[in-house]
Structures are given as structure tokens and as C-alpha cells.
């Protein structure tokens, strides 16, 4: 019987791939044999990426908020392996402003990366997908795809448009065997949570709304993100997969 969960041999994408669970999600995803370009600004992050990682790699290193650049990363991107047979967008911002003092600059800036780049990025991909009849999006969405938090309020309205964004790709592209799916992470130590790991009485707040009773580890998000990659997920699209330890089970 074939492995459900095998990427070998697929070209994967992975922006934001020098830190944080995209870092993650690309370790992970060369280790199981797949072909992985990472995408990140930071050029030194990326190299330590790669010396760490264990399997085919290659960086591009680009300003993945810079939308008229998009198809042109997207050229990049396919130039070490061949066209991404999968794309994982995990780039993000958070700037965590209170919502009085929101700026038109932090609006923008957020809404573009998180929810413009995915979209216009896969855009440029998916005719290479569609042309092999075969194709993975996978988006990072967010506890606040669905729940409010302090401090982001364009944040969560990024992340609850990419819950819709994911379905939107699900029904424009599924047709020509494209599945679009979305991991929404609970609490992961990361860059962009610092703040709230840096408070340990916020950290343990939030381990204990969950059902298990602790916050997440990067290794959590492995069988997830292997399940929307490969087979097994072959007739699951425009879906959003808590990740959360049962975080919004309560």
C-alpha cells in the first residue's frame, strides 16, 4: 500500500522559511525527502536554515511583501527543482498594535503579507499545478481566524480572511486537482509570539485553556501538515485544521 503521507520527490515552497513554524514545516518536509525552496528576506537566517536541514534545499531570498516582485519570486522559486508541486504559505506579521492605534501603514502592511502575498503568490503558481493536474496549497491561518485577541486587530482580520481566502482557492482550483487547506496553530513559541511567551503567567494562561493543558510544540504540527501535502488528504479542500491542543474546544 502506498504511504498517504509521502512527499518524496515533490518541490515545495515554504515562505517565511527562516524562522518560526515555516522553518519548521521546511526541516520537516526536506528531512521526508521532499525538494525544498525556502522563502525569507533574511539571507543569513536562511543559510543557517539550510546548514541545519538534512535533505535538498534552496533559498530565495526576497521581499515577499512586495506583490509586484510575486511572480518573479515565483520564478525563482522554480528554478533549483523544477514548478512547486506544493506551496506553503507561512510567512506572517503581527505588529500587535492596540486598536486605537492602528496605523494606515501596520493596516496595510499586515493585510498585504498575510492575506495578499498567499493568495498572489499561489496565483502565480498554479498554472505549473494545474498544467500536472496535481497541486498543494497549504496557508497558516490562526486561533484569531476565529477568535479576538488584544493588540490584534489586524492581525485577526488578516487571518480570518485567510480562512476565507482558503476557501476561495478550494473552489477556483480544486477542479484541476489543486487542494487548498489551512493549519490554524494554537500557542507555538516562536518570533512572532515572543510577547506572549516572554510573560509566563500569560504563557501558562493560555496552556491551560487548552485540553491537553499545554502549549504547542513544533513537532505538533508534523502529521498535519504531512496529512494536507500528501495523499491522504486527496479529497479534503478549503478546509481549516485547528491545531491547538483543544484550545477553541472550549
Request: net charge negative; hydrophobic share 45%; proline share 4%.
Amino acid at each position: 500500500m502506498a504511504d498517504l503521507f509521502d512527499v518524496s520527490g515533490k518541490t515545495v515552497c515554504v515562505t517565511g522559511a527562516s524562522s518560526g513554524l515555516g522553518r519548521a514545516a521546511a526541516t520537516l518536509l526536506a528531512a521526508r525527502g521532499a525538494n525544498v525552496v525556502g522563502i525569507a528576506r533574511r539571507a543569513d537566517a536562511l543559510q543557517a536554515w539550510q546548514d541545519d536541514t538534512k535533505g535538498k534545499t534552496a533559498a530565495v531570498v526576497a521581499d515577499l511583501s512586495d506583490r509586484a516582485a510575486l511572480s518573479g519570486i515565483a520564478e525563482q522559486a522554480a528554478q533549483p527543482f523544477g514548478a512547486p508541486d506544493i506551496l506553503i504559505n507561512a510567512a506572517g506579521l503581527n505588529n500587535r498594535e492596540p486598536a486605537e492605534d492602528v496605523s494606515a501603514a501596520g493596516w496595510d502592511d499586515t493585510i498585504n503579507l498575510n492575506l495578499a502575498t498567499p493568495f498572489f503568490l499561489a496565483q502565480a503558481m498554479v498554472p505549473a499545478m494545474k498544467a500536472r493536474g496535481w497541486g498543494r496549497i497549504i496557508n497558516f491561518a490562526s486561533l484569531q481566524s476565529r477568535r479576538a485577541f488584544a493588540n490584534s486587530i489586524s492581525y485577526g482580520a488578516s487571518k480570518g480572511g485567510v480562512e476565507q481566502l482558503t476557501r476561495a482557492m478550494a473552489q477556483a482550483w480544486s477542479p484541476h486537482g489543486i487542494t487548498a487547506n489551512a493549519l490554524a496553530p494554537g500557542f507555538f513559541r516562536t518570533e512572532l509570539t515572543g510577547p506572549v511567551f516572554d510573560n509566563p503567567e500569560l504563557a501558562q494562561r493560555n496552556a491551560d485553556q487548552t485540553c491537553i493543558g499545554r502549549n504547542g510544540e513544533p513537532s505538533d504540527l508534523d502529521g498535519p501538515l504531512l496529512f494536507f501535502c500528501g495523499a491522504a488528504s486527496d479529497y479534503v479542500t478549503g478546509q481549516l485544521l485547528f491545531v491547538d491542543g483543544g484550545f477553541t474546544a472550549k
